[in-house]
């Protein structure tokens, strides 16, 4: 039997949700043949058990605390979840190790990783998927309240703020969802559980992704925005057998990298059938070998922008200096989307196969 665990953060501002979210998603993904297993949220285990960053001698020191624990939680679910007898696990981490990054200064966060030999690539893209649920304090600020968690003593002007440096914290993660208080709150977790289910592929592993044509936005702006996060891309095409589309990508920044297989078969103009693969170093040098001499590699850097409770991918490519494209990917085929002023567009491209990342790589003879 082939095992799948697939590992998710929940995470968001103080007073988001995810209490409410967690029962959801029990009984949500139990019905629908997952088991479930959940990390319980570190931070609040310390500080009600005496841990906290005011009983410790400094911050930093609370947090490097925090890191490790739930590093090794997380490594005791997944080997738990490897002798279990089913086919399917989803193991649901209530936060996630980089929220620790909201409650330090940059400073702070260089050094308990340098500290612990860890580096922000690494600890952010280990996890198959991440959705924020943002705070009451933005826009439902009637029902912001401290009462229903011991550890929460953050007014509601410090809960907004604490959301904003968590979305930062996260963005930069390849699939990351902002789930906002547009709509009353039942309505919230329900979307809370149509995000996962469409990255889980529940029914079927489709996305739904719309991609445009922008004027070549401005690098130095985009570097100078908290909520924006430049990653380097390396995408390579396989040779396939059955004309699916197939890749291997290097993703990350400083050094520091992770690496996946890609699977996409289209079965119509938005929708794609996609399933990724998490591969070794190893594995993704042995699959080079195996490169489509007809394609070049595509190289990019990729800003990924939070911005409006949305997230945009920002493709820059090196043989481009007057246009760049942006993804959004959607839930649903009517989804709305709205664009920050900076970035301007100039046409929509989602069908447009010139625009393709396959047709760029493509050697023109």
Known sequence: MKKEIIKIVITGGPCAGKSTAMSRIQSYFTEIGYTVLFVPE???ELITGGVAPWTCKTN???QRCQICLQTEKEKIFEQAALTMDCEKVLIVCDRGVLDGKAYMTPEEFNTVLKDLNYNEVELRDNYDAVFHLVTAAKGAEEFYTTANNSARTESAAQAAELDDKLISAWTGHPHFRVIDNETDFEFKIKRLITEISVFLGEPEPFEIERKFLIEYPDIKYLDSLPNCQRVEIIQTYLNSPNNDEVRVRQRGENGHYIYTKTIKRKISGLKRVETEKRLSKDEYLTLLMNA???KRQIRKNRYCLTYNNCYYEIDVYPFWNDRAIVEIELSSEDGK???????????EVTDD???????LAEIKT
């Open 337 to 347: 989307i709205s664009f920050p002023d900076f970035l301007k567009v100039i046409s």
């Open 42 to 44: 570190t931070a609040t």
């Open 353 to 359: 196969e010139s625009y393709k990342n396959a047709s």
């Open 292 to 294: 489509d001499t007809a």
């Open 60 to 62: 930093s020191d609370f």
